[in-house]
């Protein structure tokens, strides 16, 4: 089955400092990719995402992603963390077979220390 | 542009009550639409989708239900609540091509 796996539960960055957040998948071919954020009791909002083409795809708020099909990786970073950007992230693929739903890791909780 | 509502925002419900979460859809017709559940310290689990109205499948087995009455209104039920229904409700619409979420419901059964 296809399953998406953040090995993160928590991650703690300075801020100004560098961001990567690691996410792995299983997945039979290439899936759509996507990264949300949520911030608390809020929903989730689409950071970036990949569908095709080049493997680094640019987001909002700063972030990117790079795919590599060797690892069945997705990993989102970002150059310098905010204080604002200590949040929930959630990595999840989508199927573009069968019926579309996308399937989502447990996620990462970003904290941001001053 | 299309836009997702849900509500309520906030939900205490006793133990053995009812429960009706409301989201609808704007700016698309016949949307796929999806509820998800996240309970504290978990990801999110897929409840129930719908293709299209009256079109509604389940993905895990639990005490609750879902109605789509209309194209774009997507309704979470249940008949009586249990504490482990207590959780983070969301809604979407989407596909593998992405998903628009709800801004939630935070649901405490006590």
């Known amino acids: 089955a296809q399953s998406v796996t953040q090995p993160d539960i928590h991650i703690t960055v300075s801020e100004g400092a560098s961001l990567e957040l690691r996410c792995n998948y299983s997945?039979?071919?290439?899936?759509?990719l996507f990264w949300y954020v949520q911030s608390p009791g809020q929903g989730l909002q689409l950071l970036l995402k990949y569908f095709s083409g080049d493997t680094l795809v640019q987001g909002i708020k700063g972030f990117e992603a790079e795919f590599k099909r060797s690892q069945s990786s997705f990993n989102l970073r970002k150059p310098s963390v905010h204080w604002s950007d200590a949040a929930e992230y959630f990595c999840?693929?989508?199927?573009?077979?069968?019926?579309?739903?996308?399937?989502f890791g447990t996620g990462t909780r970003l904290l941001v220390s001053p | 542009s299309q836009t997702i509502h849900q509500w309520p925002a906030t939900l205490v419900q006793p133990v053995g009550s009812p429960l009706s979460l409301e989201c609808t859809v704007e700016?698309?017709?016949?949307?796929?639409l999806y509820w998800y559940r996240q309970a504290a310290g978990r990801g999110l689990q897929l409840l129930f989708y719908?293709?299209?109205?009256?079109?509604i499948s389940s993905e895990v087995p639990q005490n609750l239900s879902a109605s789509r009455p209309q194209d774009r209104q997507f309704i979470l039920s249940s008949k009586k609540l249990l504490l482990s229904d207590s959780g983070f409700y969301l809604c979407a619409w989407g596909g593998s091509y992405g998903y628009t979420f709800g801004s939630g419901t935070r649901l405490t059964v006590v």
């Open positions: 700016g698309t017709s016949n949307p796929n």
């Open positions: 997945y039979g071919a290439t899936p759509y």
């Open positions: 719908s293709v299209g109205i009256g079109q």
């Open positions: 999840a693929v989508g199927l573009n077979t069968g019926f579309q739903k996308l399937v």
